[in-house]
């Protein structure tokens, strides 16, 4: 699997922005996709997560009620829309997706999308 994402920038606080993730590859495998964040001197967060089986999605509290998790499965693309954006929320952006085949589960990640969001 690889994942390409897109749609990072700069962003006044109060705006927002619509990450995407493009998945190719064996996606078929893919039983979930997630958002995680690493700003500077920081460790790498989760901060969304969507299932293959159901649709269900979860949240970390720090963005509950302005990020929105999705997922077109025509497209094979996990978006991430952020609304309301605060200056905490600048970090670099991973996709990740998590397939097994075989019963081998394996962590796949995308190269990162800067978000950066000013005062």
């Known amino acids: 699997v690889q994942l390409v994402e897109s749609g990072g920038g700069l962003v006044q606080a109060g705006g927002s922005l619509r990450l995407s993730c493009a998945a190719s590859g064996t996606t078929f495998s893919i039983n979930a996709m997630r958002w995680y964040r690493q700003a500077p001197g920081k460790q790498r967060e989760l901060v969304a997560a969507i299932f293959t089986s159901g649709g269900s999605t979860n949240y970390a509290d720090s963005v509950k009620g302005r990020f929105t998790i999705s997922r077109d499965n025509v497209k094979n693309t996990m978006y991430l829309q952020m609304n309301s954006l605060k200056p905490v929320d600048t970090a670099v952006y991973y996709c990740?997706?998590?397939?097994?085949?075989?019963?081998?589960?394996?962590?796949?990640w995308g190269q990162g999308t800067q978000v950066t969001v000013s005062s």
């Open positions: 990740n997706a998590r397939g097994g085949v075989a019963g081998i589960w394996t962590n796949y």
